[in-house]
């Protein structure tokens, strides 16, 4: 490959990567406020947590963020169901996988949660 195609090819990326940071920018803006709340807003306890990882080649450009996804956690305490919210989708994807492996202490009914994870590179 040429060095000619190739710079062109890293202005081509280096261009997506900033249209991508200043989506997410405004998006963080506009759910930022309300975020602080949900999070302290917990009906039962973790009793086991995997932290999401961050994707390698999000945080080599510098994006991260903040995905905001829902739960719903079986009687037993599973999470049996994840749906993304808000956020970037890659770095949704590695939420719900961590989230998948949580365990809630045991409760009598289903519940739901609104789990908020920040991504800073």
């Known amino acids: 490959m040429s060095s000619r195609r190739l710079?062109?090819?890293?202005?081509s990326l280096n261009a997506l990567c900033l249209t991508l940071l200043a989506g997410?920018?405004?998006?963080t803006v506009a759910i930022a406020p309300?975020?602080?709340?949900q999070t302290e807003n917990?009906?039962?306890?973790?009793v086991y947590r995997v932290e999401p990882e961050y994707p390698p080649d999000l945080k080599r450009?510098?994006?991260g963020g903040y995905v905001r996804v829902d739960a719903t956690v079986s009687p037993s305490g599973a999470v049996e169901a994840t749906t993304v919210i808000g956020g970037n989708p890659v770095l949704?994807?590695?939420v719900v996988k961590a989230i998948r492996k949580w365990k809630y202490e045991p409760k009598s009914s289903r519940t739901k949660a609104?789990?908020?994870f920040?991504?800073?590179?």
Do not use: D, M, N
Not at 7 to 11: E, F, K, L, S, V
Not at 24 to 27: A, F, M, P, V
């Open 7 to 11: 710079a062109r090819i890293r202005r």
């Open 24 to 27: 997410l920018s405004i998006l």
């Open 34 to 37: 309300a975020l602080h709340a």
């Open 42 to 46: 917990q009906e039962r306890k973790i």
């Open 61 to 63: 450009v510098g994006i």
């Open 92 to 94: 949704g994807e590695a």
């Open 114 to 116: 609104t789990l908020v």
């Open 118 to 121: 920040h991504f800073s590179p």
